[in-house]
């Protein structure tokens, strides 16, 4: 079982920035790959950012593509979402997802409020 705690959500105004954290309480979370999710109210959840293990890989949806930047800290257990020229349309509880084999743990989420 692998818990997870976000952190630095927030309010900020349009253009503004923030980071995102997920501390894993396990060490496997070194060889996982892990994401972040988002979830605007009465909206599904949608797929946001994953890395892989490694860091070397990344993939990014469109709607976020050039503004956020994810990366990981495997010697802290530690995932990051840089979130930068953030707009309203980001508006979301977060989610880190970290997927191990066929296994997933999600965090409890941390709300970014975005104001025009």
């Known amino acids: 079982q692998v818990q997870l705690e976000e952190s630095g959500g927030g309010l900020v105004q349009s253009g503004g920035s923030l980071r995102l954290s997920c501390v894993a309480s396990e060490p496997t979370f070194r060889l996982a790959t892990v994401g972040w999710f988002r979830q605007a109210p009465g909206q599904e959840r949608e797929f946001v950012s994953r890395?892989?293990?490694?860091?070397?890989?990344?993939t990014y949806a469109d709607s976020v593509k050039g503004r956020f930047t994810i990366s990981r800290d495997n010697s802290k257990n530690t995932l990051y979402l840089q979130m930068n020229n953030l707009q309203p349309e980001d508006t979301a509880v977060y989610y880190c997802?970290?997927?191990?084999?066929?296994?997933?743990?999600w965090g409890q989420g941390t709300q970014v409020t975005v104001s025009s």
């Open positions: 997802l970290v997927r191990l084999g066929t296994s997933e743990y």
């Open positions: 890395i892989n293990y490694s860091g070397e890989y990344t």
